[in-house]
């Protein structure tokens, strides 16, 4: 069942979320933190709900995600025709941006004192006019951040918040405490430890002009020692532990910040210790 042993850490089956379940938990936060000073739980490759289980990293559809808490998105994004579609390695998600778009307005209308955070890698081909295209989707939208500046959580309320890096120019500055190659996963031994190393430089950068960004998620596939270690089979074993890290973390420290954790599979347990982070 849902409710029961790790499932409460990693999920891959459907979102059910308890009556009293804080869905606004940004109403919370001081409106004068600064973005970049706040820990956000985040979805690795958010909309990899496709594609068999070496593609999949995901259970949940989107608005479920923001339902449990999720408030930073990992999109690939790829340009065909004028239109943005929703990419994940050469599979199509079943989504076009503009759909995502929608999804994320609705429930920041519903929740105004959220904010949700929003990366753009553009994939595939055409990679050049996913920007251009993007901007003419937002050009009149009031909701939206495309400014570098790094807002305060009165500024961002209510907002979708764009995160630049690389090919992508719109929004606020992005640095990812991962070197080249750390998502590959032949021990998970190893990659706990990379998360450690990962976690303790953010800890130390958050509160910045840019966004910090670190990864507990990987995947095996595409090596020879983790062949048979899925997104979905990392995610298994790294949750539960993520979760008693940082409660671990949030015990010996009076104050803690992280920026962004981005995760596969995360029950809502996990993404309620990322979030309870902010009450140190």
């Not at 690795?44 to 339902?67: F, I, K, N, S």
């Amino acid at each position: 069942g849902f409710c029961q042993g790790k499932d409460l850490f990693f999920n891959d089956k459907r979102l059910l979320l308890p009556e009293s379940y804080k869905i606004g938990w940004m109403e919370a936060i001081d409106d004068d933190k600064l973005i970049s000073d706040i820990t956000i739980p985040g979805t690795h490759d958010t909309m990899a709900l496709y594609g068999g289980p070496a593609a999949e990293c995901q259970a949940w559809e989107l608005g479920d995600q923001l339902r449990a808490g999720i408030r930073y998105l990992d999109l690939r994004i790829f340009a065909f025709e004028n239109k943005l579609y929703v990419m994940h390695w050469v599979v199509y998600q079943h989504k076009s941006f503009y759909e995502v778009l929608d999804t994320i307005r609705a429930f920041l209308s519903e929740f105004r004192s959220e904010a949700v955070l929003i990366r753009v890698k553009p994939d595939l081909f055409d990679k050049e006019n996913v920007e251009e295209l993007i901007g003419e989707m937002i050009i009149d939208d009031t909701d939206v951040w495309v400014k570098s500046d790094m807002p305060t959580m009165a500024e961002a309320r209510g907002k979708m918040i764009f995160v630049q890096k690389s090919s992508f120019k719109l929004g606020i500055p992005l640095l990812e405490t991962d070197s080249k190659g750390d998502y590959e996963v032949t021990h998970i031994a190893d990659k706990e430890n990379k998360i450690v190393k990962h976690l303790t430089q953010a800890s130390g950068d958050c509160g910045g002009d840019y966004i910090v960004l670190s990864y507990s998620s990987g995947t095996g596939i595409g090596t020879l020692l983790g062949m048979f270690l899925t997104p979905k089979k990392v995610a298994e074993k790294i949750d539960p532990w993520l979760d008693q890290y940082l409660r671990q973390f949030s015990s010996d420290h009076s104050s803690a910040c992280f920026g962004v954790i981005a995760m596969d599979f995360p029950g809502i347990d996990l993404i309620q210790t990322v979030i309870k982070i902010n009450d140190w």
